[in-house]
């Protein structure tokens, strides 16, 4: 590790990553520091009885030629190399309740998405038509979503609400919990989250929807050659603890194991609550600090990794999104000791293009960090193991156990097709990604109040810059895009998106 590099990323997730090579390409000297054994954040996976799983991609939008995802993996050089498996495109995402046996499909484009819910809402299709179209008017309103440098996006559209506009569509309380029933994408909350993030999230899958073969840290694996092939360097198990400031200006930041590296420029794609203490609270306004430090997290997830016993659970290519009650879907968060898991999200790994028996599956539900509070105290990860001991070990099962009552009434005799099963908690987030609370996604967005939330990636110290998924928007489209939006502060917007654009022409 040199002394001085022109840019230092301190985290290495998908907008580091980004980050690093769009900034590598133009001859910056990059260096990139990672605490964990495994690079890219939420892209990292993990293996169990030999049988690979995915800890935050489950799926991928966007990605078919010309689409906007495809653009931007094409600038970094990686969507050749990648192993893609297209899901179903007539129900990429199946939307299903406890007491319907109906399930309700999320098609892949526009036509056929409106097509595939026609078959179960004759009455409905005007209705379909115009939410599509409102659908792709939010999401056409953001620039950079569309490859666009010029333009802004009009802050009415920040201002309507998911729930409220979705529910305007139809007077048909099925097909509202319907269309909002993939809302697990972003934790919706009915009187907050805001229809754009519900567009951009679920506009991209519309498109086209993509499992990655073998798990999403090919993503990652693709990301590193290319940084790698443009010079950039980058170091595991190298935790930064500290920014040193002098007159408005990083000079270097501090490892946990002493090491110090001086940059010019400094990205840090770490939780920005974390950032500014790093960097020392007297370095920034007041009202900045305490506005970024009192924001609400998004909430955590309880995860179950289930390995199959061979040729017995049929692969299935799509996702569900599955309720307990159809009122449950903009609530499922909102549970106590009796009601939960409300709602789950089941997701399959793919590991071949052809498959007809599934290796493991995954289920994620919400959980409240405060469910994990007693073991708040420890710290476990692969680079520093530590026990969280038996209470913990135990709270684990109870969870499991409970879940998987759950998940057999949705498929009947899955439980007997189990290997086993394996588990992660709210503080498995917060130990390997670091963010407050563990939460998923970043911060609570607020259509009640969208500049509270609102983090500028330059900081107002001179050569300090954020990004990652708390700045703009999370998810794999949204990170990328924000990084992006991060190195155009240093590079000039229109200088790259011409760039970006150019590289698939």
Known sequence: ?????????????????????????????????????????????????????????????GLSEGQNLYKYFKYLGIIDHLNLKKMDEDGFDIISFGHDKTEYPHAQGYENFVKQLENYFPEEKTNLEEYCRKIRSVCDSFPLFNLNWQGRYDNAILELNAKNTIDEFTENEKLRAVLGGSNFLYAGIPDKSPFYVHALSVNSYIQSSWRCVNGGSQITKQLLKQLKKYGGE?????????????????????????????????ISNIEPKTTLKMAGEECFRKSFYSRIQSLEGVISAFSLYVVFKPNCFKYINHNYYH????????????????????????????????????????????????????????????????????????????????????????????????????????LSYRDYIGGDGGNMYGYVKDSNNPMKTLIASKTKLDNLYLTGQSVNMHGVLGVTIGAVVTCSEILGKEYLVTKINQASE
């Open 323 to 426: 309720f307990k009650n159809s009122d449950d879907v903009w609530t499922a968060h909102d549970y106590d000791e009796n009601s939960w898991p409300k709602a789950y999200m089941a997701s399959m790994n793919a590991y071949k293009q052809d498959e007809e028996w599934a290796e493991g599956m995954t289920f994620i539900t919400y959980m409240k960090y405060d469910d994990v509070l007693p073991w708040a105290d420890t710290f476990n990860t692969a680079a520093e193991e530590n026990h969280r001991g038996e209470s913990y070990d135990e709270f684990k099962s109870r969870k499991a156990a409970i879940f998987l009552d759950e998940i057999e009434k949705k498929f009947p005799g899955i439980k007997q097709c189990i290997k086993s099963v394996h588990t992660s908690t709210p």
């Open 234 to 266: 980058f170091y595991k198990r190298k935790e930064v603890v500290h920014f040193s400031v002098e007159n408005n200006k990083v000079t270097s930041v501090k490892m946990k194991d002493g090491t110090e590296v001086s940059g010019t420029y400094f």
């Open 1 to 61: 590790m040199k002394e001085h590099y022109d840019v230092v990323i301190v985290g290495s997730g998908l907008g580091g990553l980004v980050s690093s090579i769009i900034l590598a390409k133009e001859g910056y000297s990059v260096c990139v520091l990672e605490k964990n054994n495994q690079y890219g954040g939420n892209l990292q996976t993990f293996v169990r009885d030999k049988t690979i799983f995915d800890t935050g991609i489950h799926y991928i939008g």
